[in-house]
């Protein structure tokens, strides 16, 4: 069996050979991607309707970046015995490539599991209603605006399936809700 060739067990992840020599060694390193991202992007945009309703949005991302992802060989601490993250893992009956079987073996290997963190995040939403000046100067009051604010509303992240792809594996990233009043008497 080829797992136990290299000391290993189905479920493991193979690490490749590159040059064929039978010795995993420098010459088998492999370029993989970028620690930080390619490509940063933004928008933001502010529009008016209905003359007194404002409704803004904050849309960004940051594509081509990787980061470790060592979760991924599910073989550190006591994952059977305490609460954990729900990772998928390799079984006989679910033969998956991404993440390795429980308690796997790193094969005498050094390595690392790297994945994409490329993601698009809708980072503010905003609604805001202003009151007419008509209705409101009778209680003496300039201006009234009530507004309902969500940050880090959403993110899109199709290769990263852990807490925030830009925190990496430092824990989620809150969101938060935000109801006010702008009053000026």
Known sequence: ELANKYGQQPGDFKIEDVNGDGKYTNDD???LGYKNPRYNLSLRNDFTF???????????AKLG???????AKNNSGFIDRS???????????NQINDYARLFSSDGG???NVWRSTSFVRLATVSLAYTFPKELIKR???KDLRVYFTVRNAAVYAPDWDYWDPEMSTHGPSPRNYTLGI???L
């Open 29 to 31: 390193k492999q370029f």
């Open 182 to 184: 702008n009053l000026t």
């Open 83 to 93: 609460s954990y993250y729900d990772l998928p893992y390799w079984t006989v009956d």
């Open 50 to 60: 209905l003359k007194n309703f404002d409704f803004s949005f904050v849309l960004y």
């Open 139 to 141: 209680a003496q009051i």
């Open 65 to 71: 970046a990787m980061a470790t992802f060592n979760n």
């Open 109 to 111: 290997a050094s390595y």
